[in-house]
């Protein structure tokens, strides 16, 4: 009897291959949110370790300039060294000047870009979203810097185009939603506005399956949607359409005078003035204690959005005084941005001039936690319109999809801002009823 040969019966058999990442990037004017994907998997990837995103303020403190944290630490403390909102200026005479310093949007750029070359060793290939606001110039701006960088730049596309992308193939392949979305107003009575992380993706369950209101069956998911971003050079809305091969982006309207920077800094006045009223100090008479208050802002808002009581903790040399503020004060805050934030909205909407109203409205992760803006949406929407709130990795996860067609070949590379094909439906996709997931409070 032989001995059988089991290392050359081993050998024979092809190495199993694990399916590549892909990556995708979010990147506007206020931070750089990285995520890798695989199985049907999203994973976020640190790019400033332990922070999960990468801060797009610079510092001009140093004898060089310097991306992320250490330019948030002097926003407030020394707001003539930071440098923030310079993505929107690409291609503008725009110039900060400090000390030893001085340079443009471009050369801030470059340091940025150069600072994720460094996060980004390991990726072989990445898709990147992009704010609407970006003309097809800033763009191409930005891809010429990023090659300067040597970046694994594969494409871009405009962040509500990617979105709305996504939406279509989860809808279409039956995957989970990174929506949360607030119940249809059928009814007089009050809806909930705020949604915990916890509720993506949505549950799926029969109850909670309503049938799509475009009534033309192109397929899966809505047919005109409007996607709200914001960061720290503007406000912006994009309308999205759906057609029988393909997504249409219609132009983006943006209002910089309504951008991320302005709700924090309503949102600094008003907290300081409570404070004054609680123990006569003021927090902007401290430039240590304005920073320090200026960077509870971000975990504030997301307990806002969670519907959760915010605590803060302010400090100074000589003093301290917490403040716990609930939802509906956060609301009154910024009431009138948030009005004007929705009265952009509709002028988005009316100049689009449609027959019917849009199906839904997503707002990104950032837009859902100033206070107030959902609210406000959901109120003065029509009740044929659901407001949405994306989960914080939506966009990068959309740009991952992305990735995926540009490494197939099957996507011309460079940026997509107007439109986007769509593939084609399979058989049990085709015939069956699109369905939109709504999240009860």
């Not at 332990?50 to 002097?74: D, F, K, N, W």
Request: proline content about 8%; aromatic content about 4%.
């Amino acid at each position: 009897m032989g001995w059988i040969n089991w290392s050359s019966r081993k050998s024979a058999e092809p190495p199993r291959r694990e399916p590549a990442h892909l990556f995708g990037l979010d990147l506007d004017a206020t931070r750089a949110r990285l995520v890798a994907l695989r199985n049907g998997q999203i994973r976020l990837v640190p790019l400033e370790p332990p922070h999960g995103e990468l801060a797009l303020a610079i510092s001009m403190e140093g004898r060089t300039l310097s991306v992320g944290q250490v330019g948030v630490a002097v926003t407030r403390r020394l707001p003539h060294l930071a440098c923030q909102g310079y993505l929107g200026h690409l291609g503008a005479p725009l110039e900060w000047k400090a000390a030893r310093h001085r340079f443009d949007a471009a050369t801030a750029t470059q340091t940025l870009l150069d600072r994720l070359k460094l996060a980004l060793a390991d990726v072989e290939g990445l898709s990147v979203a992009l704010p609407a606001y970006l003309t097809m110039a800033q763009v191409k701006r930005l891809t010429a810097l990023a090659e300067k960088a040597q970046l694994p730049w594969r494409g871009s596309a405009a962040a509500a185009l990617a979105l709305a992308f996504d939406g279509y193939m989860r809808s279409l392949h039956n995957e989970p939603s990174m929506l949360a979305v607030l119940q249809p107003r059928v009814t007089p009575e009050p809806l909930p506005t705020h949604f915990p992380e916890n509720v993506v993706p949505l549950h799926r369950s029969p109850r909670d399956r309503v049938a799509s209101r475009s009534g033309t069956g192109q397929g899966p998911g809505p047919n005109v949607l409007v996607v709200v971003e914001l960061d720290d050079f503007a406000f912006s809305a994009t309308l999205v359409e759906l057609h029988p091969e393909q997504l249409r982006c219609g132009p983006p309207i943006h209002e910089p005078r309504l951008s991320l920077r302005i709700w924090k800094e309503r949102l600094l006045d008003r907290i300081s003035d409570r404070c004054v009223r609680l123990c006569r100090r003021d927090p902007r008479d401290s430039a240590v204690a304005e920073q320090a208050l200026y960077e509870q802002l971000d975990l504030a808002l997301l307990a806002y959005r969670q519907g959760q009581r915010a605590e803060l903790s302010v400090r100074s040399e000589h003093w301290y005084q917490d403040i716990s503020l609930a939802t509906d004060e956060w609301e009154g805050f910024c009431a009138g941005l948030a009005k004007q934030a929705v009265d952009v909205i509709h002028e988005l909407i009316e100049t689009a001039r449609l027959t019917q109203p849009p199906t839904m409205i997503w707002l990104t992760h950032t837009a859902a936690c100033m206070p107030g803006l959902a609210r406000q949406l959901h109120q003065h929407a029509t009740e044929r319109t659901a407001v949405a709130l994306l989960h914080p990795d939506a966009i990068a996860a959309a740009a991952g999809r992305l990735d995926q067609l540009w490494r197939l070949d099957t996507l011309p590379r460079g940026h997509l801002d107007s439109a986007l094909p769509l593939p084609r439906k399979p058989a049990s996709a085709a015939t069956s009823d699109p369905v939109v997931r709504e999240e009860r409070g």
